[in-house]
């Protein structure tokens, strides 16, 4: 098992916009891919700028996967001139 976090940083006034997105990738990915078993968008309680994505997968090919869904590119799409770039991604593994 794998999971990662996504940190995504979202240009000023487009908080709207990514959060929407991130919604709807999180249905589709709930729906469409049943070895990721969490995917849950997150967003500051104080602040704004940035969406965190909390992933977790039974396994790396699962996640590799996940990056070629049609829901993953049209999630890319979608934001692309919402965000600040690509986002930061740390893949973890459980602690042995």
């Known amino acids: ?9 979202i ?7 990514v959060a929407y997105a991130s ?3 999180a249905e589709a990915v709930s729906k469409n891919e049943k070895e990721c078993l969490l995917y849950e968008p997150y967003m ?7 969406v965190y994505i909390l992933e977790k997968y039974t ?3 699962a996640l590799e996967t996940h ?6 590119l049209e999630f890319k799409e979608a934001v692309k001139d919402a965000v600040e ?3 930061s991604v740390t893949i973890l593994k459980p602690v042995d």
Request: proline residues 11%; without cysteine.
């Open 1 to 9: 098992m794998i999971a990662l976090v996504a940190i995504i940083k």
């Open 11 to 17: 240009k000023p006034g487009m908080e709207e916009k």
């Open 23 to 25: 919604l709807k990738m």
């Open 44 to 50: 500051p309680i104080e602040g704004a700028g940035e």
């Open 59 to 61: 396994s790396l090919e």
């Open 67 to 72: 990056r070629h869904t049609n829901h993953y």
């Open 85 to 87: 770039g690509p986002p």
